[in-house]
């Protein structure tokens, strides 16, 4: 089964393995024009990428592979609604 984020709702079990997914500071996800680009790893995920998601408490969580050859590859993030 998924797990909880911190405020109670469930990951997909299609993000994680009961461990894959973590809130994350906003400061760790930059939203620029190519899509969103996570400090971490560098790596840079376009904005209509599936694995993009509305996060369901307006915070981000990042779902990442933790070890392998895709170890710190976005599996599942979840962002906050834009502001208009």
């Given at each position: 089964m998924?797990?909880?984020a911190p405020t109670g709702w469930k990951y997909p079990?299609?993000?994680c393995a009961n461990y894959d997914c973590q809130e994350v500071p906003d400061a760790s996800i930059v939203e620029?024009?190519?899509g969103y680009?996570?400090?971490k790893?560098?790596?840079?995920?376009?904005?209509?990428?599936?694995r993009v998601r509305q996060s369901?408490?307006?915070k981000f969580h990042?779902?990442?592979h933790q070890a392998g050859l895709d170890a710190g590859?976005?599996?599942?993030?979840?962002?906050p609604p834009r502001s208009f």
């Open positions: 998924a797990h909880d079990f299609a993000c620029g024009a190519r680009e996570i400090r790893t560098g790596e840079l995920i376009p904005m209509s990428d599936k369901p408490d307006g990042w779902c990442a590859k976005t599996i599942c993030l979840f962002v």
